[in-house]
């Protein structure tokens, strides 16, 4: 009983730190944030959409097999078609999904403790000097 108990009072100091601790990023600048990024993964799926689409493919298809398993593993049969028949829409698509799943997959590697490797250093550096400190 005492273990659970002194267990439940760690947790508990742990999260009013979370809750004593004011915002070190308004929302606003979150939200400035989230669009900026929005902006720079449209704008490179864009540029790498229309350098695609002007590649000549050296084996006379567009797609090679192993490029095709891998957009239908995640797209499925239809987006395969799109993008084989040069569609700049679906190719934008999956472009940007692919960029979008990749940051997600890196900044969700951003918990503190939980971080490993280069991501603990930048979060703490972020978190020691402030979020324009560290890039100093």
Not at 56 to 63: H, I, N, V, Y
Request: with cysteine; net charge negative.
């Amino acid at each position: 009983m005492d273990k659970l108990l002194s267990e439940r009072t760690t947790e508990l100091n742990a999260a009013q730190a979370f809750l004593t601790r004011a915002d070190a990023v308004s929302e606003a600048e979150v939200v400035a944030m989230i669009e900026n990024l929005n902006t720079l993964i449209s704008s490179a799926s864009a540029a790498v959409s229309a350098a695609w689409d002007q590649r000549e493919p050296a084996s006379g298809t567009l797609l090679e097999e192993s490029d095709v398993e891998g957009i239908r593993d995640y797209f499925g049969n239809s987006m395969v078609e799109q993008i084989a028949a040069r569609n700049s829409v679906a190719i934008n698509l999956a472009i940007q999904t692919c960029l979008g799943y990749f940051i997600e997959q890196v900044t969700s590697g951003w918990g503190g403790s939980q971080a490993a490797g280069t991501l603990a250093e930048i979060y703490t550096m972020i978190s020691t000097k402030g979020k324009f400190g560290a890039c100093a």
